[in-house]
């Protein structure tokens, strides 16, 4: 859902990057869980929260002062996926699309899905990886043709050499 890219203030505030579409829709979450990917999370609640002119800001219940505050840089948010409403028709969470194979429409494996990049434009990216090789595939009906989950595969029409 994002991250904690550091202190806010002097009381305990903390300044976040959200992934989401809606920056401020985190604190539609009253529960946040903070850790590192492969590491432990720890769960805290949300006291408050304030949309900025350039970041949001949050409070969370248990972080008094400043320096607890700057602890938590670099954690990532998440929220249990039983809160979150389900995906619109033709939409994807990307934690959905992470791992997935990527096939093109000759048969060939281009990689898996390592992780997704928000361009600012009209479209995300997929980032694929197969041993050294990355590629950036955009997630567009051009390109992406079918999203299969049950079938942990996405069909592209997208060459090996691209």
Sequence with gaps: ??????????RGWVKIH??????????????WWL???????????LED???HTKAIAAKLQGIAGR?????LRGLTIAIERSELPPAEEGEYY???LIGLSVINLQGELLGQVS????????????????DQTERLIPFVAA???????????????WGLDY
């Design 94 to 96: 990307w934690a959905d």
């Design 115 to 130: 992780e997704l990049l928000a361009t600012g434009a009209a479209n995300d990216v997929l980032v694929v990886h197969q």
């Design 18 to 31: 959200a992934d989401t579409e809606y920056a401020d829709s985190l604190f539609d979450y009253p529960r």
């Design 67 to 71: 320096d607890e505050a700057a602890a």
């Design 1 to 10: 859902m994002g991250y904690i890219s550091g202190a806010f203030g002097i």
């Design 143 to 157: 390109y992406v043709l079918e999203v299969d989950l049950p079938g942990k595969t996405v069909r592209v029409d």
């Design 35 to 45: 850790g590192r990917p492969g590491g432990a999370w720890q769960a805290y609640t």
């Design 49 to 51: 929260g304030a949309v």
